[in-house]
């Protein structure tokens, strides 16, 4: 037994045994402690709510309301009021379901860490860890809370996240800094292992006292960006036309109360053109998108992100797991001594004695298969005395073994043959480097084992010891396509995303994949990393643009390609390594399995629960179909409330001679108008929309069409106003009230689509055109019920009016379809003739 005192401030230590504590020390030890995470502000209802009303909008409708009680019309400021405390509360409800969606899906990415309890090695959740745990951590885990190091070899680790110092530090249990031999949550071991005792969790930690280190940094999409832009421009068109036309109005208005009514008729117009429900339509989109990606097996970290997912136009991935099924098989050994390299294999397992192997790789659950029962129990009395994980840019692991018979210790090396063969000293070297290359050609992977006896003690090194091995042989491993890997990259291909494999395997069984897949033909070059190292920048460019398949890479080899493909490309990177967090940090969008080690995922903006190429495609184009929705939203708005602003503003000024609809009525108008679109999350998308990457710059394409729409809406609206008479009674207001309604919720079904919505595209959900009809029901309603139309001072409008009103709406919008047609085909057209000419 020893004694630590935490030498920080935490929870004191107790007595802790190498065995780590038993049940019910742990039961104990979370009653008191709580469990090892940060204790999170919790979502407060009204505080969100509050937060609703504070906005520009909220404030200019809240001084209309202010001008109505000062003018003694105190019906108008309670409308008013009511439109802004509705709006709010319906803001509330999308922020706070957004808010539960993203806390729902962060619960299904889990964080295992491997510790000694009952004397046993074994897997549990992070959460679970309590002051006096024995953890044992390696390359690449995520240091899950405050620890106190007990043992350690080579040990490396980023304390980037507290010091924010990049450069990983030394560090290890006989140091002579006191710091040095403390762990803290949050940091990456990047080299080694250790063994080390908790000393304190969650909030007690010293990551848990700045937790607001650990909050997501709010990061402006280049989609945002835009919608941004499109929105202050926006603002100050209407703005300026606003003025303009209170400055001509008051020069032909000497009544204060009349120029008051004016104003507030000028503020309520203003309110139907500003795309208010903008952010509440995205937040919809996006949360609901968000929990329909997860039932895919694709879980975002944050929302903003689907956009980057839709964005997409490479992807680059090792083939391992994704487009394998990442089931290894021993299909054959080639070694003059296979029971030797049967023993040596089973005994190099890493956590052999563990039950639930947090680090099993696919390569030790082939071997574990392939042993022979009587190896097993032959070799179960051997011991590991000393191991180096797996290195990617050195290709092998080490391990020191001993047999308990004879005393005698082995260093093991297993890794790629090549790289082995180098380190070895055996005469049939050249053979079994053919040899290996004729099995890579038949898509075989090669694992093999090369050893020497040595006198092991405490001081030894095994980074100085590693030469003269004896060759042992190496196994030939099967890991077969997917059977849907091919439908996968033609499918990846009709989305318009390339795929490119950065494999660290040889370049033989890259040549085999690239083949397979279609990714090459006969003849092709396949590049490794080592060429591309040896390349000039222009054909180091060349190579990229041209290859889709690079063997031998290692992680800072991928982190270089990466790097120069983002000069051109929207880059999707999936890793899942301890080497793979730098990339995952650089590329547009980091992919992780859910079985990647812990940095890799806290690296990744996504995490996916199924190991399948596929899924991240299935997502990319539901991340797109997302858009496609929410740009309908920004059409309804560029179309229908633009047209109707300048139509109105133009009939005021030059022909009518007092306002054409009252405050209430434009508002009431807007948010029934608003309703429908609540729902376009459920629309169905063409396939069309979705064959093409999104990009930021489609947003000002979009607003540059959607304006001639705008234009054609505004001179129906213009010739129907001016049908309806210049003069501005109650009969005139009614009929411009049900016309605005009427157009504004038809005009989504047509715009929704580039084709015709009578025959072609993808039809309208049923939640779409229901609450389209059920809105159309409240408009009618609102008219000729007499409390409300008392209260917005409607009249019940004739049926033969009626009916002539139905007539003209359809006409609007089956005009209104065929010019949206005529001017997609001109677009398109315009950009065939310009693709011809470049």
Same mark, same amino acid.
């Given at each position: 037994?020893?004694?630590?005192?935490?030498?920080?401030?935490?929870?004191?230590?107790?007595?802790?045994?190498?065995?780590?504590?038993?049940? &019910?020390?742990?039961?104990?030890?979370?009653?008191?402690?709580?469990?090892?995470?940060?204790?999170?502000?919790?979502?407060?209802?009204?505080?969100?709510?509050?937060?609703?009303?504070?906005?520009?909008?909220?404030?200019?409708?809240?001084?209309?309301?202010?001008?109505?009680?000062?003018?003694?019309?105190?019906?108008?400021?309670?409308?008013?009021?009511?439109?802004?405390?509705?709006?709010?509360?319906?803001?509330?409800?999308?922020?706070?379901?957004?808010?539960?969606?993203?806390?729902?899906?962060?619960?299904?990415?889990?964080?295992?860490?491997?510790?000694?309890?009952?004397?046993?090695?074994?897997?549990?959740?992070?959460?679970?860890?309590?002051?006096?745990?024995?953890?044992?951590?390696?390359?690449?885990?995520?240091?899950?809370?405050?620890?106190?190091?007990?043992?350690?070899?080579?040990?490396?680790?980023?304390?980037?996240?507290?010091?924010?110092?990049?450069?990983?530090?030394?560090?290890?249990?006989?140091?002579?800094?006191?710091?040095d031999s403390l762990l803290f949550t949050g940091s990456v071991i990047e080299r080694g292992h250790c063994k080390c005792v908790v000393f304190a969790t969650g909030n007690q930690s010293e990551l848990g006292k700045i937790a607001q280190l650990s909050n997501d940094t709010k990061k402006v999409t280049p989609y945002q960006k835009s919608l941004a832009e499109f929105s202050v421009t926006l603002l100050r068109m209407i703005g300026a036309t606003i003025v303009l036309m209170l400055a001509i109005k008051a020069v032909t208005i000497h009544n204060?109360?009349?120029?008051?009514?004016?104003?507030?008729?000028?503020?309520?117009?203003?309110?139907?053109?500003?795309?208010?429900?903008?952010?509440?339509?995205?937040?919809?989109?996006?949360?609901?998108?968000?929990?329909?990606?997860?039932?895919?097996?694709?879980?975002?970290?944050?929302?903003?992100?689907?956009?980057?997912?839709?964005?997409?136009?490479?992807?680059?991935?090792?083939?391992?797991?994704?487009?394998?099924?990442?089931?290894?098989?021993?299909?054959?050994?080639?070694?003059?001594?296979?029971?030797?390299?049967?023993?040596?294999?089973?005994?190099?397992?890493?956590?052999?004695?563990?039950?639930?192997?947090?680090? &099993?790789?696919?390569?030790?659950?082939?071997?574990?298969?392939?042993?022979?029962?009587?190896? &097993?129990?032959?070799?179960?009395?051997?011991?590991?005395?000393?191991?180096?994980?797996?290195?990617?840019?050195?290709?092998?692991?080490?391990?020191?073994?001993?047999?308990?018979?004879?005393?005698?210790?082995?260093?093991?090396?297993?890794?790629?043959?090549?790289?082995?063969?180098?380190?070895?000293?055996?005469?049939?070297?050249?053979?079994?480097?053919?040899?290996?290359?004729?099995?890579?050609?038949?898509?075989?992977?090669?694992?093999?084992?090369?050893?020497?006896?040595?006198?092991?003690?405490?001081?030894?090194?095994?980074?100085?010891?590693?030469?003269?091995?004896?060759?042992?042989?190496?196994?030939?491993?099967?890991?077969?396509?997917?059977?849907?890997?091919?439908?996968?990259?033609?499918? +990846?291909?009709?989305?318009?995303?390339?795929?490119?494999?950065?494999?660290?395997?040889?370049?033989?069984?890259?040549?085999?994949?690239?083949?397979?897949?279609?990714?090459?033909?006969?003849?092709?070059?396949?590049?490794?990393?080592?060429?591309?190292?040896?390349?000039?920048?222009?054909?180091?460019?060349?190579?990229?643009?041209?290859?889709?398949?690079?063997?031998?890479?290692?992680?800072?080899?991928?982190?270089?390609?990466?790097?120069?493909?983002?000069?051109?490309?929207?880059?999707?990177?999936?890793?899942?390594?301890?080497?793979?967090?730098?990339?995952?940090?650089?590329?547009?969008?980091?992919?992780?399995?859910?079985?990647?080690?812990?940095?890799?995922?806290?690296?990744?903006?996504?995490?996916?629960?199924?190991?399948?190429?596929?899924?991240?495609?299935?997502?990319?184009?539901?991340?797109?179909?997302?858009?496609?929705?929410?740009?309908?939203?920004?059409?309804?708005?560029?179309?229908?409330?633009?047209?109707?602003?300048?139509?109105?503003?133009?009939?005021?000024?030059?022909?009518?001679?007092?306002?054409?609809?009252?405050?209430?009525?434009?508002?009431?108008?807007?948010?029934?108008?608003?309703?429908?679109?609540?729902?376009?999350?459920?629309?169905?998308?063409?396939?069309?929309?979705?064959?093409?990457?999104?990009?930021?710059?489609?947003?000002?394409?979009?607003?540059?069409?959607?304006?001639?729409?705008?234009?054609?809406?505004?001179?129906?609206?213009?010739?129907?106003?001016?049908?309806?008479?210049?003069?501005?009674?109650?009969?005139?207001?009614?009929?411009?009230?049900?016309?605005?309604?009427?157009?504004?919720?038809?005009?989504?079904?047509?715009?929704?689509?580039?084709?015709?919505?009578?025959?072609?595209?993808?039809?309208?959900?049923?939640?779409?055109?229901?609450?389209?009809?059920?809105?159309?029901?409240?408009?009618?309603?609102?008219?000729?019920?007499?409390?409300?139309?008392?209260?917005?001072?409607?009249?019940?409008?004739?049926?033969?009016?009626?009916?002539?009103?139905?007539?003209?709406?359809?006409?609007?919008?089956?005009?209104?379809?065929?010019?949206?047609?005529?001017?997609?085909?001109?677009?398109?057209?315009?950009?065939?003739?310009? +693709?011809?000419?470049?």
């Open positions: 037994m020893e004694q630590i005192n935490a030498p920080v401030s935490g929870m004191p230590l107790e007595n802790f045994s190498e065995g780590g504590l038993n049940s &019910m020390q742990v039961k104990a030890k979370l009653d008191q402690f709580g469990e090892n995470t940060f204790k999170k502000e919790k979502i407060n209802g009204f505080i969100i709510f509050c937060r609703q009303f504070i906005n520009p909008l909220s404030f200019i409708l809240m001084f209309a309301a202010g001008l109505s009680v000062i003018m003694g019309e105190y019906s108008d400021a309670a409308v008013i009021m009511v439109i802004v405390t509705l709006n709010s509360f319906l803001s509330f409800i999308q922020e706070y379901r957004s808010s539960k969606a993203i806390e729902r899906l962060s619960q299904l990415i889990k964080r295992n860490v491997l510790v000694i309890r009952n004397h046993e090695q074994t897997v549990i959740d992070a959460s679970q860890l309590v002051p006096g745990d024995i953890v044992i951590l390696r390359g690449g885990d995520v240091v899950p809370a405050d620890l106190k190091i007990i043992d350690s070899y080579n040990l490396s680790v980023d304390e980037s996240q507290l010091t924010g110092e990049s450069i990983p530090v030394s560090k290890g249990y006989n140091s002579i800094d006191a710091n204060a109360n009349d120029f008051g009514e004016v104003l507030i008729f000028a503020v309520a117009l203003a309110m139907t053109v500003v795309p208010e429900a903008l952010p509440m339509i995205t937040t919809i989109n996006l949360s609901y998108g968000a929990l329909q990606l997860a039932k895919q097996k694709v879980i975002v970290k944050r929302l903003a992100v689907i956009e980057g997912l839709g964005r997409i136009n490479l992807l680059c991935s090792d083939k391992t797991g994704t487009l394998t099924n990442d089931c290894l098989t021993v299909s054959n050994v080639i070694s003059e001594d296979e029971t030797l390299f049967q023993t040596l294999a089973y005994i190099s397992i890493e956590d052999l004695q563990v039950e639930n192997k947090k680090y &099993m790789s696919s390569f030790d659950r082939a071997f574990l298969q392939y042993v022979p029962e009587e190896i &097993m129990t032959q070799a179960g009395c051997w011991i590991q005395l000393n191991s180096i994980p797996f290195n990617p840019a050195e290709r092998r692991r080490r391990v020191v073994v001993q047999n308990p018979e004879d005393n005698k210790s082995y260093l093991v090396v297993i890794g790629a043959p090549e790289t082995l063969i180098d380190l070895s000293n055996h005469n049939k070297n050249l053979r079994y480097k053919q040899l290996a290359a004729e099995s890579g050609k038949k898509g075989m992977r090669q694992l093999a084992i090369a050893y020497k006896e040595i006198d092991y003690n405490p001081d030894y090194n095994i980074l100085t010891d590693e030469k003269d091995l004896i060759f042992l042989g190496f196994a030939e491993l099967l890991d077969p396509l997917r059977l849907t890997a091919k439908s996968t990259i033609d499918k +990846a291909r009709q989305l318009g995303v390339d795929v490119k494999i950065l494999t660290g395997d040889s370049i033989e069984i890259a040549e085999y994949v690239s083949r397979e897949l279609g990714l090459s033909k006969d003849g092709d070059k396949i590049y490794t990393g080592d060429d591309l190292e040896r390349m000039s920048d222009v054909q180091y460019e060349t190579a990229l643009r041209e290859c889709s398949v690079f063997a031998r890479v290692t992680p800072e080899q991928k982190y270089n390609i990466i790097n120069h493909l983002k000069n051109h490309h929207v880059v999707g990177y999936q890793g899942d390594g301890i080497n793979d967090a730098p990339s995952l940090k650089l590329a547009d969008v980091a992919i992780a399995v859910h079985n990647a080690t812990d940095v890799a995922k806290d690296s990744a903006d996504i995490v996916l629960l199924e190991d399948d190429l596929g899924v991240i495609l299935d997502g990319i184009q539901y991340g797109r179909s997302i858009f496609v929705n929410i740009n309908k939203y920004i059409k309804h708005a560029m179309i229908g409330n633009l047209g109707n602003f300048f139509s109105m503003i133009f009939f005021y000024i030059f022909f009518a001679a007092d306002i054409p609809m009252l405050a209430i009525q434009l508002l009431i108008g807007n948010i029934i108008q608003d309703m429908p679109l609540m729902t376009v999350f459920s629309d169905l998308v063409d396939p069309e929309e979705v064959r093409s990457p999104q990009a930021a710059s489609q947003i000002r394409s979009l607003i540059n069409t959607s304006l001639g729409l705008g234009a054609f809406t505004a001179v129906y609206y213009l010739f129907f106003f001016l049908f309806t008479g210049t003069e501005s009674t109650p009969l005139t207001q009614t009929t411009l009230f049900l016309f605005y309604n009427f157009t504004q919720l038809l005009v989504i079904i047509s715009v929704r689509s580039k084709d015709h919505f009578f025959w072609q595209g993808a039809k309208p959900s049923r939640l779409l055109l229901g609450t389209i009809a059920l809105f159309i029901a409240v408009s009618i309603a609102l008219v000729y019920n007499p409390f409300t139309a008392g209260l917005m001072g409607f009249v019940s409008l004739p049926l033969t009016d009626f009916a002539v009103l139905t007539g003209i709406t359809i006409a609007f919008i089956c005009l209104l379809d065929f010019v949206k047609v005529m001017l997609n085909k001109l677009k398109s057209n315009a950009l065939a003739h310009k +693709a011809i000419a470049s």
